[in-house]
């Protein structure tokens, strides 16, 4: 199994709503990340888990919570989103943080923050 | 953040055309990656090549590195239409991070 599993693949909500994405993977990695893309843009980092720790926060505002139950799991917990949050979330995982080996990617989930 | 910066940011070319992105980056690399992602869909990986290397070759696509101007190319040879999609390098430290894209168009 080489699939990144992303749910849901959709989701509109309001600015007073909490929501939660979630992520998964059974293919024993042990880095997983958040990434943020907007539209014609390339992904950017949100949060990088390695080892179920959070390693990295890249200055992302706090109504953004990751969360990492276990190693096969990454959740993005959302409250009080702002219209320009809307974008599409990609989670990514790789057997190590960087590394000499490549990323899987889900397919995304498309946020739109009304 | 992103470091990659490609080059050119869209291309249309023909059917059975050669289509060549560049990438160039800022700061050192265990190695640099491309990818390819379809219109709002996840990123799928196509090459890896190590700081260390200099060319790479997978099926119709040829990779290369150069550390000493910190850039890197891709080639498609005899593109498709199936082959449309945007093009990512991504350069590999202890995250991977991402440039800003070549948008790809191949015409039938």
């Known amino acids: 199994d080489t699939e990144v599993t992303q749910t849901p693949k959709h989701l509109v909500m309001g600015m007073t709503n909490k929501k939660s994405l979630k992520c998964e993977q059974h293919m024993g990695h042990r880095a997983m990340y958040w990434y943020k893309q907007k539209a014609k843009k390339p992904p950017e980092l949100m949060f990088v888990?390695?080892?179920?720790?959070?390693?990295i926060n890249e200055s992302v505002p706090s109504r953004f919570s990751p969360e990492c139950p276990n190693s096969s799991l990454l959740n993005l917990h959302l409250h009080a989103l702002q219209p320009e949050d809307s974008a599409l979330y990609l989670c990514a995982s790789s057997p190590q943080r960087g590394g000499n080996t490549e990323a899987f990617f889900g397919q995304g989930t498309r946020l739109t923050v009304v | 953040s992103q470091q990659g910066e490609e080059d050119p940011q869209a291309l249309s070319i023909q059917e059975g055309e050669n289509a060549t992105m560049n990438c160039s980056y800022k700061t050192s690399i265990n190695n640099l990656q491309w990818y390819r992602q379809n219109s709002g869909r996840g990123l799928v990986h196509l090459i890896l090549?190590?700081?260390?290397?200099r060319e790479k070759h997978s099926g119709r696509l040829r990779v290369t590195l150069d550390t000493s101007k910190k850039s890197s190319s891709l080639l498609i040879t005899a593109s498709r239409a199936a082959d449309t999609a945007s093009y990512f390098c991504a350069t590999v430290g202890q995250n991977f991070v991402f440039g800003p894209g070549t948008r790809l168009s191949v015409l039938p």
């Open positions: 888990y390695s080892y179920e720790k959070l390693s």
């Open positions: 090549i190590r700081s260390n290397e």
